[in-house]
């Protein structure tokens, strides 16, 4: 049964087809109407909503034409208006726009009532190219009563797109953060009620002509860490030859340095947001192609083939197969790049390249390509896991080669409670029998050999390390199967308040990889663990252990080998 089927069927069951009664319905893109949601008032009043945080990440390429006042339709199609979440959460979605594995039950137990919490918008090209090189400027004041009004006259075309978003979402959003880089634009919006709770810790950019541009920033809302990284990576498509025989060594060599890039563009000032917050978007044009395999004889396809390839797999609307030819999948799958992050399947029509105009009509000089692309990645574990619920093309959207791409996720709140009458002052949390396996380093002439090591921290205040243990295990040579079979690493977990329950709700343990060389040590890798997580597993158990658990570590955005561990989590009565 094929993907598209299986959709087809489960989001089917439970259609009405006859009276009044039936249910609000949605075109599933084949011709068909299928009821998604029941609008029967019995459903609605049995219907239970999880709490937590809604967030709307949307990515938009201008393609070097700031929207015009006079095509406002293609910015009202692409943000919620005035940030309600019944504008993705209807009974009108589309079953192309549910990402897969989101059930009925999980799609109408997300709060669609209201307005979503955390809305973040990036924008890339927003300015000609001549007058965006080397034009890079931190500004805000676009929803604050003060705001700055002498703006240069530059950033006219910025000023029109601060209006638009200003006059869609309305007054009931507080700006925490804006920032351009060269012709890149972020935003991050958190609603007004939650603005006191929230805070920005760090926003960095970065820029190379011919790599791309990058700004990250990291958003605290109520002691959760969310980074954002809007990307827009640099794909040399005008220099790919069309002579079969050095075409495919281009687009290998195209393909390498955009992995790089995305590598260096989670290196922000020296820090890894997507190991060190709790959860992390990256989205932009990350501009992946969709590159078809070689024909038949073997041979790389021509130019003339590829389009042909692109049209027959686009009427067929075979999104699997296209997926396969996925750059960014592949990469993903291969561990090349962002194989630490998680991106929805495309059930819709590939958002590049696009004529100027709504709708879907593509401009084959380019092979059809999601280039547009929204990732995450959590490391909490658990409930507290950010789980994507819509993922859709603004196919409206007609002033830019490519159609911008939304989604909406949630991120459900977690809660450690223990029975009061039987609540430990402490858990005590050991790790023994650590072990390392299929160890990665980067290609260094002063770190040939792998001499890791492993390093621990916590920086939560109510976790403290035993004073038998060491932060850091000893030297293993020249192995990239590391053991440390007599390492014990013990931790102290205090829970003897409200305050503390609290505090460790949102604490993660880091376990560093590190290669000893000849001047310095340099990291292989990092495994973050949710402490919380544990606690919750071990909550009705006043001793819970768990054997050869296998995690992965990761550095810049992919996987560098794996660690294996015991854990045993015991309660301590007294202090």
Request: net charge positive; glycine share 6%; proline share 3%.
């Amino acid at each position: 049964m094929t993907r598209e089927r299986e959709e087809k069927e489960r989001f089917s069951r439970g259609h009405s087809s006859g009276s009044g009664k039936s249910g609000s319905r949605y075109s599933d893109g084949s011709g068909n109407e299928t009821s998604y949601q029941n609008s029967d008032n019995r459903h609605r009043s049995r219907r239970t909503t999880r709490k937590g945080l809604r967030i709307f990440v949307g990515t938009a390429n201008l393609s070097q034409t700031i929207p015009v006042r006079s095509d406002e339709e293609s910015l009202a199609a692409f943000l919620p208006n005035k940030g309600r979440a019944s504008c993705l959460l209807n009974s009108k979605v589309k079953s192309s726009s549910v990402v897969d594995g989101v059930s009925k039950k999980d799609f109408n137990q997300v709060d669609r009532h209201g307005m979503v919490e955390v809305l973040v918008l990036g924008f890339q090209e927003c300015l000609p190219s001549t007058v965006a090189t080397g034009l890079s400027i931190s500004f805000g004041g676009l929803l604050s009563k003060k705001a700055s009004t002498d703006v240069p006259s530059s950033n006219a075309s910025f000023k029109e797109l601060d209006t638009m978003i200003n006059a869609h979402l309305g007054d009931e959003y507080t700006l925490m953060m804006e920032r351009r880089q060269g012709d890149m634009l972020v935003y991050i919006f958190i609603r007004s009620d939650l603005a006191s709770s929230a805070s920005i810790i760090d926003t960095h950019a970065q820029a190379s002509r011919s790599k791309g541009s990058s700004i990250a920033s990291t958003l605290i809302v109520g002691g959760t860490t969310l980074s954002f990284i809007c990307m827009q990576l640099r794909d040399k498509e005008q220099l790919v030859p069309r002579k079969n025989s050095t075409i495919s060594a281009a687009r290998k060599a195209t393909l390498d340095q955009k992995n790089a890039t995305a590598e260096d563009f989670l290196n922000v000032a020296g820090k890894d947001p997507s190991l060190s917050s709790h959860h992390i978007f990256v989205f932009g044009d990350l501009n992946y192609r969709v590159s078809p395999p070689s024909n038949t004889r073997g041979v790389q396809n021509t130019f003339e083939e590829e389009q042909f390839i692109a049209r027959n797999m686009l009427t067929k609307k075979d999104w699997s197969s296209i997926s396969d030819s996925d750059e960014l999948v592949q990469a993903m799958k291969n561990n090349d790049a962002l194989s630490a992050f998680t991106t929805p399947f495309c059930k819709f029509h590939p958002t590049y390249k696009m004529q100027r105009a709504a709708g879907i009509k593509y401009d084959y000089s380019s092979m059809p390509s999601y280039a547009d692309r929204i990732l995450y990645r959590s490391n909490q574990e658990g409930i507290r896991k950010v789980e994507a619920i819509v993922y859709e093309p603004i196919h409206q959207f007609s002033t830019s080669l490519h159609k911008p791409m939304r989604g909406l996720f949630f991120l459900p709140d977690r809660k450690i409670r223990f029975d009061p009458s039987n609540q430990p002052q402490a858990v005590i949390v050991t790790f023994t029998h650590l072990k390392a396996k299929k160890l990665r380093i980067k290609d260094d002439i002063l770190h040939s050999d792998i001499n890791p090591y492993l390093e621990f921290s916590c920086d939560a205040r109510c976790v403290k390390m035993s004073k038998s243990s060491k932060h850091r295990t000893e030297t293993t040579y020249t192995t990239d199967r590391p053991t440390w079979p007599t390492q014990t690493v013990r931790y102290k977990v205090e829970l003897s308040s409200s305050k503390r329950l609290n505090e460790i709700k949102d604490t993660l343990l880091h376990i560093r990889c590190m290669n000893e060389g000849i001047r310095a040590s340099s990291v292989i890798g990092t495994v973050v663990i949710d402490l919380a997580n544990i606690i919750c597993k071990s909550i009705s158990k006043e001793e819970w252990q768990q054997r050869e658990v296998e995690t992965h570590f990761y550095r810049g955005g992919t996987q560098t080998g794996k660690l294996y561990y015991n854990i045993k989590v015991r309660w301590e009565e007294n202090e």
